[in-house]
């Protein structure tokens, strides 16, 4: 069976310092792979998305990245935090070329930053 | 643009039925799903529709019309551990890339 897995579960950082948030797919291969974050109360808004190995596209602008250096391990980075980056960090992945696969979270980083 | 709209709220009784509404503007449309997502965790998948109609699943249902954007969720037999945000999310696209569009959920309450 397939199983994701994001760490780490909480994080306090202050302002100004670097990020890294990584997730690994287990059980499948070539899956597509998400980063999503929600703010409190609100839905996810949908942040960096892959296809493929060094394949990222970005949804908004914004002072984090991602990165794919193997099939099935995402990345989320950021060289310096902002306060507005503080919330709910998700990463998910889903069967590639399936429109009915759901999308398949991890269990998600609480990200403070202060 | 992508606009999905839910209610913030609803509050209902333990053992009662509850319908769970949801409208979309898309500039696509290959599908809609429901997730479930209790307070501090990650959202769970619980339905999908690409056609009209009902899909049944167990104690959850969804219903879609595709020709008025609209969807609904119907929670039977509610249960205190059905209190979670529900979340209503448009997959526009037909690429590989599956990206999904989420409303901000709605939170239901079950009281006793």
């Known amino acids: 069976s397939q199983t994701i897995h994001q760490w780490p579960a909480t994080l306090v950082q202050p302002v100004g310092s670097p990020l890294s948030l990584e997730c690994t797919v287990e059980?499948?291969?070539?899956?597509?792979l998400y980063w999503y974050r929600q703010a409190a109360g609100r839905g996810l808004q949908l942040l960096f998305y892959?296809?493929?190995?060094?394949?990222i596209s970005s949804e908004v602008p914004q002072n984090l990245s991602a990165s794919r250096p193997q099939d099935r391990q995402f990345i989320l980075s950021s060289k310096k935090l902002l306060l507005s980056d503080s919330g709910f960090y998700l990463c998910?992945?889903?069967?590639?070329?399936?429109?009915?696969?759901?999308?398949?979270f991890g269990n998600g980083t609480r990200l403070t930053v202060t | 643009g992508q606009n999905i709209d839910q209610p913030t709220e609803m509050t209902a009784t333990e053992g009662a039925i509850v319908q769970i509404n949801c409208t979309y503007q898309t500039s696509g449309f290959n599908g809609l799903f429901w997730y479930q997502q209790h307070a501090g965790e990650a959202p769970t998948f619980l339905s999908y529709?690409?056609?009209?109609g009902l899909e049944e699943k167990g104690r959850f249902s969804s219903f879609l019309s595709r020709s008025k954007g609209y969807s609904y969720l119907l929670l039977k037999e509610l249960q205190m551990k059905d209190s979670a945000s529900y979340l209503c999310a448009v997959r526009p696209y037909n690429t590989n890339a599956g990206k999904s569009t989420f409303g901000d959920g709605t939170t239901l309450t079950v009281k006793p």
């Open positions: 998910a992945w889903s069967v590639q070329a399936s429109t009915n696969s759901p999308l398949h």
């Open positions: 059980g499948t291969s070539n899956p597509n």
């Open positions: 892959s296809v493929g190995i060094g394949q």
């Open positions: 529709n690409v056609l009209d």
